[in-house]
């Protein structure tokens, strides 16, 4: 039966007709037919094409112009800056040197700031301490505000002469002095005095 099969599926792949074929033959037929029916046009494809290197053109005319524009940003900002020259040569170690040097300043004006403020929650003489503490080289850039508090009251307790002097407070009102006495105060002319206000 096995024989049977194989030798009917041979004749099978021989036959003339085969439905497979005529499925395949139709399709190209097909497409050759609607090659011929959609006739590409030679004209209207060289149109195209004008079409499309023309908007190529626009914007690569137009890339170009912001190219400049940028370049010229640059240089502009960069002589602005004081990195680069009049000829246009940009001096990049200048730069970073200018860079390095601002951030600097900006950490120890950080520093500065925070360190008021802890003297100040200290009681510690802001000048004083500040100019003592900088010496020592005990304030470094970047430390917090706690930091330098612990650090002011280390150096508070081994320099006392470093807080804040109290200075006393006055009580009572100001009493202006009679001029004809001789720069003695009058007590009933002082109440008189301070009674029209």
Request: charged share 35%; aromatic share 4%.
């Amino acid at each position: 039966m096995l024989d049977a099969l194989r030798h009917n599926w041979n004749l099978q792949m021989f036959a003339e007709g085969d439905p497979g074929d005529q499925s395949s033959n139709e399709t190209e037929q097909q497409e050759t037919e609607q090659k011929e029916q959609s006739g590409l046009d030679p004209e209207a494809l060289r149109k195209e094409l004008e079409a499309v290197r023309k908007e190529a053109a626009k914007y690569r005319t137009e890339r170009k112009a912001l190219a400049e524009e940028i370049e010229t940003l640059k240089k502009n900002l960069g002589k602005a800056l004081g990195f680069e020259d009049e000829k246009g040569k940009a001096d990049v170690n200048a730069a970073l040197e200018k860079i390095q040097q601002l951030q600097e300043e900006i950490q120890n004006e950080r520093l500065q700031n925070s360190f008021h403020k802890a003297a100040i929650n200290v009681g510690a003489d802001v000048e004083l301490t500040w100019a003592f503490l900088k010496g020592t080289g005990k304030l470094t850039p970047g430390m917090s505000q706690e930091d330098i508090e612990n650090v002011l009251k280390e150096t508070l307790e081994a320099y006392p002469k470093l807080k804040v002097e109290e200075t006393p407070k006055k009580s009572g009102g100001a009493f202006t002095q009679s001029k004809d006495k001789g720069g003695k105060v009058d007590m009933n002319v002082a109440i008189r005095k301070m009674a029209r206000r």
